[in-house]
């Protein structure tokens, strides 16, 4: 299994209060990325990076950022966290070489009351 | 564009029953095609993946799926499904000509397996 980690992996947080999401990586890989998942959703993509301090925009990415200042380590923070923001976060990791295969965290499940 | 189809979001079979869940694709080129399971409160693990060659690809779990060019579908298919395999499956492509090395993933479809 790719080593990925992901913490906290539950969370119980108030509307405005901000919180930070870590995904940590073991395998040196160059992508990163943060996916929501709710139900009649599927997957979508927050943010990603390719590269230390390297990052962009997903599909899903207002009221999002993120930070990497180092290659293991991929942080999502929520400014002010919104009763829409509950879902289940996922941190991926590619090496770009195997035409785009990702590996997935175990998720965290954010609950904003 | 690339997009990803799968027309079933759930599907019920008896234990024992073969299983196949359907994707659909549309790529500009030679496509590159994953299928990952989600198990309840887990993340999602590669299933089994087709870059070229052979059309029916063997994954993990005793699942296989075939490449049809012609239909433009990457099926799943399993012949007898077990009650651990009740879960989440999503079927997914490389986004193109954008850096990042995104996949597009379907909508995912969900497995229920009956005793």
């Known amino acids: 299994d790719a080593g990925i980690t992901q913490s906290p992996r539950h969370k119980v947080t108030e509307t405005g209060t901000p919180v930070t999401l870590r995904c ?5 890989h160059r992508y990163m990325y943060w996916y929501r ?32 200042s180092k290659t293991e380590d991929f942080l999502l923070t929520l400014e002010s966290a919104t009763s829409s923001q509950t879902s289940v976060y996922f941190c991926a990791i590619s090496d770009g070489l195997e035409y785009n295969e990702q590996f997935f965290g175990p998720g965290t499940r954010l609950t904003v009351l | 564009a ?18 196949e869940l359907r994707c659909n694709y ?5 496509p590159y095609l994953f299928w990952y399971v989600q198990s309840p409160g887990q993340g999602l693990q590669l299933l089994l993946k087709y ?24 099926n799943l298919r399993k012949p007898s499904v ?9 079927c997914a492509v490389p986004e ?9 993933f379907g909508q995912g479809t969900e497995l229920s397996v009956k005793p």
Do not use: C, M
Request: charged fraction near 20%; glycine fraction near 12%.
């Open chain 1, 24 to 28: 940590h990586q073991t395998e040196n």
């Open chain 1, 37 to 68: 998942q709710d139900p009649g959703h599927g997957l979508r993509l927050i943010h990603y990076s390719y590269g230390v301090k390297d990052t962009d925009k997903g599909e899903v990415s207002d009221g999002y950022s993120v930070s990497r």
């Open chain 2, 2 to 19: 690339q997009s990803v189809t799968q027309p079933d979001i759930h599907i019920t079979v008896s234990e024992g029953a073969s299983l």
């Open chain 2, 26 to 30: 549309s790529y500009g080129a030679t």
């Open chain 2, 51 to 74: 870059f070229s060659g052979d059309t029916l690809v063997q994954g993990i779990k005793g699942f296989e799926a075939e490449f049809k060019r012609s239909q433009s579908s990457f």
């Open chain 2, 82 to 90: 077990h009650w651990s395999d009740a879960a989440e499956y999503f």
């Open chain 2, 96 to 104: 193109l000509d954008t850096q990042g090395g995104k996949l597009i």
